[in-house]
Every structure is written in structure tokens, then in C-alpha cells.
């Protein structure tokens, strides 16, 4: 696959007024990827969506737009098309009309005009339904036109500002599966805006995570959730415990950490470049957790612990345990196999894991 | 027949209302269509049904004319009103961030003063010696007084658009911000410049409040009397003078009856035609 940057943002910062919304990003995306920008409300993500479409200008910096700058350039002339959070399907036209609506100038006869709107009718999966007026469609196929009628305009890159948050779960799990085909068939760089991170997990090739303003991570789903960069963004894909620790080796790739009571065990460094002594956090998912009634075997460190609470999830449960001298409970995650171990509050238990599931968090 | 609390309760509510309708609107809607189809005998009315008073409305070209005139003077009070008011509701709706409570209110300033020193106002300022006179005299453009400015349509056109300019703001008004603005930002995305989104977006969106704002203005704009008996002269005056003349001192209470159902009938039939057309227009801009 060839990696052309579709978009180049360069010391990007944007202030509203005292606010400084997006702070000094850098981001490229690559030409036909499908990338999410993840992060709680108010991180300044929609706004970096917007500076992208043209809707607002830098305070700072510049956007490129296969390989031109886009300073100056009106939203009307941008190679970017978007699928607003609403929608925005024009009410007093049909569907066949939204969808044509950007070909106006594009010099197309009326009939040409409307064999795209067919295509990308078929593609979307509307077909027939051209003549619909726009309240008689539901949230799923609102969703549907507005993707028509960005992607009839074959744009650089669509841009996508949370677009499956009108949706219930059933009907935004189906759609995130369907866009993602739909990208893999355009071709077209995809550009989302999300706060939930299991869609952009499920959807993107790379995700960025913002927190007020800054960009904290840009990784694949795989390297964000196994080897987060802070805290913050461990915290913010998937639960994860977190231990105090520090230095007794470093070998480059890999650290030789002594936990308190835990003992020492080697994981992986994740670029922490700190000498013998320095204090170190490392993560560890609830999922690589062992806990059983004996101490387990193969684990690099076990402790006893008492389970204190329990979540019942379906296909996993969530175990709370206390341990002696921790203040946060140690979560375990338990996959709920036929055979698999239940333990009730108040058991006490054994819990360990080992070294490799364990990762350094290299910043604060 | 029984009926339950709730039930005797709204009855009880609606009944003033219902009987204030049928005393002061279907009664005297039913005695004018009584009386159109009587004869005036003198000082007495006979009671004989008869369509000569339509016959007449209709054969004489006085009336035609006046009718006719009211119509074409209503629709151009209804084009010029909507004209200038549909800006001003764009600002307020677009361009006002803050204090759009206040502009509205503003808007409603010439409500302070009564309708008819309003129409007078506007007789000082076209008469011959008024304010328009003076400054053009002032200013040297002019040598003598324009004695052309008053008593006419034209006269009568702007006095009335000045006094129903705030009804066409407010339904515009309330149109226009009822639009969500992504619907802007699309067809801004989609690479419309300003105009060609005002024109497929903003505009065709907003036709409701324009067709409720020209219903507003039109329909009793056809029947006022005072703006033509003050500013229109005999080249001015309009279908309900005339009504008024028959009750008064022509004292024809049948033809006046008749003539006054006549132009309620043309009314409701140019009110379609002007829905229709902007319905075309609405159709137009896709």
C-alpha cells in the first residue's frame, strides 16, 4: 500500500477567546486510511474536524490538503466533505436531491447526475429509495444520505463528526461494520470524530487520542490498548490497573521493575528511558490478571487477595480484589468459560500475572 | 347524553369564546349575506330574494375597478412589505447573537403610536409642503413642491407597507430561525458559495414564513379603508370606501352587502393564486 499524506497538520493550535481548544497538533493521515480521533468532550477534536473542513481557520499552523495548504481556502472549496453529527439532510428536498445537491456545478447533464445518485444509492444500500422525501427516513438512513452525499462529490477526505451518536447500540455496531466496508470500497480517507473508543476501535486503521487540546497518542487500535502512553489514555480505552514501581534494570526494550510486594519482574520498557532508581508506572489489563484459589502457575508475580466486589458482564466478569498495602482495587477480568472458576465476595483468592502482559507507561 | 367532568369542564371553558364567535363573527357574516340578496326600496330594505345587486357589482366597471385595484395595490403593499422585511429578519436571525429579545422588541416600537396617526404621519411627510418637499427644496434638487407625492396608489402602497412591516418581520423572523445552521455548513461543505446557498437553503426554507407573512398583510390590506380615505385621493381609494359609501351616504346596505362578499371572494381567490406561486417558487430553487 502506498503511503501518500492525504492530510498534513502541522503546529495546528486554535483559540476561542481565552480558550485554547487544539493545542500545537501534528497529525498526517495517509492517503485511503480510515483514522478516528477519539476523546472525551470538550478535547478539541471536533474543532480540529472543522479547521480540517474549512469551517474554521487556525489560530496557528497549517492544514495541507493533498499536499496543498489550505490557509485562506473557504470550506466551499475544499477537496473535504463531511457527515455532520445532525445529518444536516436538507428537509425540503428528496433523497435523490440531497445527494446531487454538491453536483450542481460539476457541468453533469440532469441524467448523468442522476445515475450517480443510483450508484451511490446502491452503495449505501438505498436503493429505490431516491424518491423519499427526507422526514419519512429513519436514523440509519439519514446517516445513509449523508454519506451519499459527501462521498458522490469523490472528496480527498470525508470527514466524519460522530456520526453514529444519533443510532441505538444494535443499529450503531451494524453501521460501524457497514462504513468501515463502504471506506475499504471508496478508497477515500476517512476522517472520524468519536468519543466512544470501542467504535473507534472496531472502525479506524490508527486512532488519535485527544485530551484538552492535545493529541496524547496516535497509534493502530492494537498498540493504543496494549501500549498506551499515559495514564490518561490507558484509562480512557478500556480499564487498566496501574502499579507504582521502580527501576532495577534497564535494558533498552525491556525493564526490570521491583513492585512493592508484588517482588521484581522484566516488562516491556515502551521507550521509558529512566536510569536504576527512577520511580516507573506500569499498566496492566484486567484481562491478563490471573486469579484462582491456588497461587497460579506461570505467573511472574502472585499475591493472595479477597475479592470485595463483582460486575457481571455476560462473556467476562469483573472481580474487585483488595490487596494488602494497595489502595485501588486490583480489577481481574475473567473470561466466562464453561468451565471457569466463580468466586464469591469475601473469597480469598490468588492473583498474579506475568512480566509480559505488563507494560511501561513512558508519560505522565 | 352524559358527559364526565373533564368533558363538562372544556365545555364550560370553550362556551364564551364559542358564543363571542357566533354574536360578532357568524352573525354579522350571515346578516351581510342576507342582506346582499335583498333590495334597498328607499329607506326600506324588501326582503325579496334577488341577484341583481351582484349583477351589478359585476356589470359596472366602477366597481370592477375598484375591486381590481384594491387586489393589485394589496399584492404590491404585500411585495414591498415582505421586500423589506425579509433583511431585517435575516439580520436579526443570523446576525444578532446577542439581544435578539431586544431587537424585537424594537421592531415593535411603531405599534406605540396608534395606526391612524401612523397614516397621518405620512400625510405630512408627502404632502406639498411635507417633509419630503422641504428637504428636496432645501437640498436645491427640486424648484417647486412635487404636488404628485400624495393621493395616489403609490401613496397609499408605501403608507400601508411602513404600517404592516413588523407583521411580515416576526413569521420571517420565526422561519428563518428555525433553520438549523448545518443545514448551511452542508450546503457550504457540498461547495456552495453564500448566495447559491441562500437561494437553494435558506431561502426555500423560509418560504413558510413569507407565505404566512403575505396572508397576514394581504388579506386585510384589500379591505382597509382608512390609509386610502386619508392618503389615496379618488385615484387611490379602494374596494372598501366604496363599502363604506354604500352603508353610509349612499345608504344601499344590499349593494354595500354584496360588493363586501364580492371582494371577500376575490381576496380568498388572489390569497390561493399568491400561495400557489410562491409554492412555484418554493419549487423553483430545488
Excluded at chain 2, 14 to 31: E, H, K, S
Amino acid at each position: 500500500m502506498d503511503h501518500k499524506i492525504a492530510v498534513n497538520i502541522a503546529n495546528v493550535s486554535k483559540s476561542f477567546g481565552s480558550f485554547r481548544a487544539v493545542r500545537n497538533v501534528n497529525l498526517q493521515l495517509k492517503e485511503g486510511e480510515f483514522f478516528s480521533l477519539l476523546g472525551p468532550s470538550g478535547c478539541g477534536k471536533s474543532t480540529l474536524l472543522r479547521m480540517i473542513a474549512g469551517f474554521e481557520e487556525p489560530s496557528e499552523g497549517t492544514i495541507s490538503i493533498g499536499g496543498l495548504p489550505m490557509a485562506g481556502i473557504d470550506a466551499n472549496h475544499r477537496p473535504t466533505n463531511m457527515v455532520f453529527q445532525s445529518y444536516a439532510i436538507f428537509p425540503h428536498l428528496n433523497v435523490e436531491e440531497n445527494i446531487i445537491f454538491g453536483l450542481a456545478r460539476s457541468g453533469l447533464s440532469r441524467s448523468e447526475k442522476r445515475a450517480r445518485a443510483e450508484d451511490m444509492l446502491a452503495k449505501v444500500g438505498l436503493e429505490g429509495l431516491g424518491r423519499r422525501s427526507a422526514h419519512e427516513l429513519s436514523g440509519g438512513q439519514r446517516q445513509r444520505v449523508a454519506l451519499a452525499r459527501a462521498l458522490v462529490l469523490e472528496p480527498k477526505v470525508l470527514l466524519l463528526d460522530e456520526p453514529m451518536s444519533a443510532l441505538d447500540k444494535k443499529l450503531r455496531e451494524q453501521m460501524q461494520m457497514e462504513l468501515r466496508a463502504l471506506q475499504r470500497s471508496v478508497g477515500i480517507t476517512f476522517l472520524m470524530v468519536t468519543h466512544d473508543q470501542h467504535e473507534a476501535m472496531t472502525i479506524s486503521d490508527r486512532c488519535g487520542v485527544m485530551f484538552e487540546g492535545k493529541l496524547a497518542q496516535v497509534a493502530t487500535p492494537h498498540e493504543l490498548y496494549q501500549k498506551p502512553n499515559t495514564k490518561q489514555v490507558a484509562d480512557f480505552i478500556g480499564g487498566m490497573n496501574f502499579f507504582d514501581g521502580s527501576i532495577k534494570a534497564n535494558g533498552g526494550t525491556r525493564l526490570e521493575v521491583e513492585l512493592p510486594r508484588f517482588g521484581q519482574l522484566s516488562v516491556d520498557a515502551h521507550g521509558v528511558s529512566d536510569g536504576i532508581g527512577a520511580a516507573v508506572t506500569i499498566g496492566l489489563r484486567p484481562e491478563r490478571v490471573h486469579i484462582g484459589s491456588e497461587r497460579p502457575e506461570g505467573a511472574d508475580v502472585a499475591v493472595p487477595a479477597r475479592v470485595i466486589d463483582r460486575a457481571f458482564y455476560g462473556e467476562t466478569i469483573h472481580y474487585y480484589l483488595e490487596l494488602e498495602g494497595r489502595t485501588d482495587p486490583l480489577i481481574a477480568s475473567v473470561t466466562n468459560f464453561e468451565r471457569a472458576d466463580h468466586f464469591e465476595i469475601g473469597d480469598a483468592v490468588w492473583s498474579g500475572f506475568r512480566g509480559g502482559a505488563a507494560v511501561a507507561l513512558p508519560k505522565k | 347524553m352524559t358527559l364526565d367532568k373533564n368533558a363538562r369542564l372544556g365545555l364550560l371553558l370553550a362556551t364564551p369564546t364559542t358564543l363571542y364567535v357566533l354574536l360578532l363573527i357568524a352573525a354579522p357574516v350571515g346578516m351581510t349575506i342576507a342582506y346582499s340578496f335583498w333590495t334597498q326600496e328607499f329607506v326600506d330594505v324588501t326582503r325579496d330574494f334577488t341577484w341583481a345587486n351582484y349583477r351589478e357589482v359585476f356589470a359596472d366597471p366602477l366597481y370592477r375597478t375598484l375591486i381590481f385595484r384594491s387586489v393589485r395595490i394589496a399584492a404590491m403593499v404585500t411585495l414591498l412589505t415582505v421586500l423589506l422585511a425579509y433583511p431585517v429578519a435575516y439580520h436579526i436571525a443570523f446576525n444578532v447573537k446577542k439581544n435578539k429579545a431586544m431587537w424585537l422588541f424594537l421592531v415593535t416600537i411603531p405599534f406605540w403610536t396608534s395606526y391612524l396617526l401612523r397614516v397621518f404621519s405620512w400625510k405630512l411627510i408627502l404632502a406639498q409642503n411635507g417633509v419630503v418637499n422641504s428637504a428636496l427644496l432645501w437640498l436645491g434638487v427640486i424648484d417647486t413642491p412635487i404636488d404628485t407625492l400624495l393621493y395616489n396608489s403609490e401613496a397609499v402602497v408605501v403608507t400601508l407597507a411602513h404600517a404592516w412591516a413588523p407583521f411580515a418581520i416576526l413569521p420571517i423572523f420565526v422561519s428563518l430561525e428555525k433553520i438549523d445552521r448545518s443545514y448551511l455548513e452542508a450546503a457550504k461543505d457540498l461547495g456552495e458559495g453564500p448566495v447559491r446557498s441562500f437561494l437553494r437553503v435558506t431561502l426555500p426554507l423560509s418560504i413558510p414564513g413569507i407565505i404566512g407573512a403575505s396572508m397576514i398583510i394581504f388579506i386585510p390590506t384589500v379591505g382597509d379603508y382608512v390609509t386610502p380615505a386619508l392618503v389615496g385621493g379618488s385615484d387611490g381609494a379602494m374596494v372598501a370606501n366604496m363599502i363604506q359609501v354604500q352603508f353610509g351616504k349612499a345608504n344601499n346596505w344590499p349593494l354595500g352587502a354584496a360588493l363586501a362578499l364580492s371582494a371577500v371572494v376575490c381576496v380568498t381567490g388572489a390569497a390561493c393564486l399568491l400561495v400557489l406561486g410562491l409554492k412555484l417558487i418554493e419549487r423553483s430553487l430545488k
